[in-house]
């Protein structure tokens, strides 16, 4: 028991040093295939803004941590989530052995006056936003490898700091295949996504409306204010390959292309100044425990 709640704190020291920076920060595109202990941490390019042409460069970091009896905390990037189904219950019911379900909280980056975009620039500040929700995951296993299979995944979470109003949620399935060749002698896992990304009216026009004081940074607007309404605002395709040095050291590689829909895209923030078409890409070390 006392292992336990040491692994417990460990767990949460490393959460909390892994998202002290996130307010600059976007979910990285790193998928854990394996619920074993790892830590690892790399260099993504990131747009500047939701809706960015423009993209900076930034470190992250990622964890898993098991407490025993399958229960485990993951923080990728500035998202941590705590499985919370123990591993009798699966025992006890069959159907629920490749469940996980838990709480999560998220942060959502600034946009601030370091963004490139010379308009954007003189916009209102929208500092950096907190959220805490609920998430569930399925696991399909496929022929063959263990690795082989689809995860079935879904969260909703509301934000925590009065930014913004009502829900977002997504709904996600990664399909991971082992490579039977491998990387020169060397274990090779790929995978691959598709997400469906929903907001509400309150967090659309957070984030892509123009009204108020920043009517004057789009001035061929006519003073006429842009108020986008929520619902389905973007598709996302995560991508990712993993390679092991040894048993414990390994390197990943990984990215996620996501295209803006509906009144997000419209938005003059995306459609005059940025790209409706959005990317994260870079690299990780992970190491194994």
């Not at 907190?130 to 399925?138: K, T, W």
């Not at 009517?215 to 842009?226: I, N, T």
């Not at 996620?256 to 003059?268: F, H, I, N, T, V």
């Amino acid at each position: 028991m006392k292992l336990t709640f040491f692994k417990a704190g460990l767990a949460a020291s490393g959460a909390m040093l892994v998202i002290a920076g996130a307010g600059a920060q976007e979910v990285i595109p790193v998928e854990m295939p394996q619920e074993v202990n790892m830590a690892g941490a790399g260099a993504f390019g990131l747009p500047d803004f939701v809706g960015s042409e423009d993209y900076h460069p930034e470190g992250e970091g990622f964890l898993h941590a098991n407490f025993g009896n399958g229960m485990w905390l993951r923080v990728i990037g500035p998202e941590v989530k705590l499985n919370v189904v123990p591993s009798n219950m699966a025992l006890d019911y069959g159907q629920f052995r490749n469940l996980r379900a838990g709480f999560l909280y998220r942060a959502r980056p600034t946009r601030d006056t370091d963004v490139k975009d010379p308009v954007v620039r003189q916009m209102r500040r929208i500092p950096a936003a907190s959220e805490l929700g609920v998430f569930a995951s399925y696991e399909w296993p496929l022929p063959g490898d263990p690795l082989h299979k689809v995860v079935f995944s879904g969260d909703v979470a509301w934000n925590t700091n009065n930014l913004y109003t009502g829900a977002t949620g997504s709904i996600k399935a990664t399909y991971f295949y082992p490579f039977p060749q491998g990387l020169g002698g060397r274990p090779l896992l790929g995978s691959a996504g598709f997400s469906l990304f929903f907001a509400s009216d309150h967090f659309t026009d957070r984030y892509f409306g123009i009204n108020g004081a920043d009517l004057a940074a789009f001035p061929e607007r006519g003073a006429v204010p842009y108020r986008p309404e929520g619902g389905l605002t973007s598709i996302r395709i995560p991508f990712q390959v993993t390679s092991q040095f040894d048993r414990h050291w390994g390197l990943t590689l990984a990215g996620r292309y996501e295209r803006l829909l509906g009144d997000a895209k419209d938005s003059p923030i995306v459609d005059r100044r940025g790209s409706q078409n959005q990317w994260v890409f870079g690299g990780a070390i992970n190491y194994t425990f």
